[in-house]
């Protein structure tokens, strides 16, 4: 569980959600099932973990966040509090099987020393079918002192029956002023701000999390210097070893990002906040060149390879196969590298 949460306030735009929540607590109206919606990166992981924070604090009151170190806190950051049950899929994009949710379910009959016992279960669409059929039999007939709190950026994706069947609590997304604001409170240099909102894709908390986080921002830069490397590129093998030490899971939606970037600029004439983070030149160069089919062809190509993060594709052929599609036209190695194509 994220501990960054117990040493700070609420973000300005989850003061309304963290002060109803723990109203509710108070008074010992919480529901059996708490579903908390809102885009990516509004603060849904934030508000989830704070409150449970909060809600096991020995020492924190009113509305004061947890305190961060007393036994409660300190069981929960360590992951090892016995009243509480996360339940996450088994790696990033797979399901949450239906064992998983009985083990939750078990759990959260027992009867326990505090007067809340909690199944966290986050993304909740990630639950299949008979998971979800599972967690109804639960959320129909709460155990007593059971709260079970699902988070969501795509409730539609939840069957209605699990809908039905909770309290929402959604998460407005901040204004850009709003967030632009609260970030600016975490650090000295603007243009850290602008850079850390550029690579989190416009998530407030994500941007919070970098702007935090040296690693986060080293893996950013690597993931600019290779985007920069592959804007220029003039064959495949110059680029793709760049390419190999960033982690997919962030350099395909910045690289989509920057097709997006390019694709507008070449429309409006206009360069738009993450393009602004690349060397001008270049991404413009790389937007003319490839003129508007070209760019429309390759933000379509960007949404497979998108859906292919979720695949066992070997990452090498990944990344060769993205650096490809990037080399000007006319590159030799582009066609080599169609020629073999067949073989995998
Ligand atoms: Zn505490």
Redesign the pocket.
Same mark, same amino acid.
């Given at each position: 569980m994220n501990t960054a949460a117990?040493s700070t306030g609420p973000a300005p735009w989850l003061l309304g959600p963290w002060q109803t929540l723990l109203e509710r607590a108070a008074a010992g109206r919480l529901p059996g099932g708490l579903l908390v919606t809102g885009a990516e990166g509004t603060g849904k992981g934030w508000l989830v973990t704070a409150f449970l924070?909060r809600l096991?604090?020995?020492? /924190?009151s009113g509305l004061q966040p /947890?305190?961060?170190?007393?036994?409660?806190?300190?069981s929960l950051a360590g992951g090892v509090h016995p009243e509480v049950h996360e339940v996450m899929p088994p790696e990033p994009g797979k399901e949450i099987p239906v064992d998983a949710i009985r083990t939750a379910s078990e759990f959260l009959g027992l009867s326990g020393s505090a007067t809340w016992r909690v199944l966290r279960l986050h993304p909740a669409e990630a639950m299949n079918a008979s998971a979800a059929n599972a967690l109804l039999k639960t959320l129909e007939e709460p155990p007593s002192g059971a709260l079970a709190i699902l988070e969501s950026a795509r409730p539609s994706a939840l069957p209605a029956t699990i809908r039905s069947r909770c309290q929402n609590l959604h998460l407005a997304t901040p204004s850009l002023d709003q967030a632009r604001a609260w970030l600016a409170g975490m650090t000295d240099d603007p243009g850290a701000v602008e850079a850390a909102w550029a690579a989190a894709l416009g998530r407030p908390m994500t941007a919070a999390e970098l702007l935090a986080d040296p690693d986060r921002q080293a893996a950013w830069e690597r993931d600019r210097d290779a985007l920069t490397g592959l804007l220029r590129a003039t064959d495949l093998h110059s680029v793709v070893p760049a390419l190999m030490r960033c982690d997919p899971e962030t350099l395909v939606p910045r690289l989509q990002a920057l097709l997006l970037s390019a694709q507008r600029w070449l429309a409006s004439g206009e360069m738009d906040r993450f393009g602004a983070q690349f060397p001008r030149e270049d991404l413009q160069r790389f937007a003319r060149e490839r003129g508007a089919r070209g760019m429309a062809s390759l933000v379509q190509q960007s949404r497979q390879w998108q859906r292919q993060l979720r695949t066992t594709l070997n990452p090498q052929l990944r990344m060769e196969d993205m650096a490809a599609a990037m080399l000007p036209l006319t590159t030799p190695q582009r066609v080599a590298y169609g020629d073999r194509s067949g073989a995998y």
């Open positions: 117990m924070q096991y604090c020995d020492r /924190a /947890a305190c961060g170190d007393c036994g409660g806190c300190r």
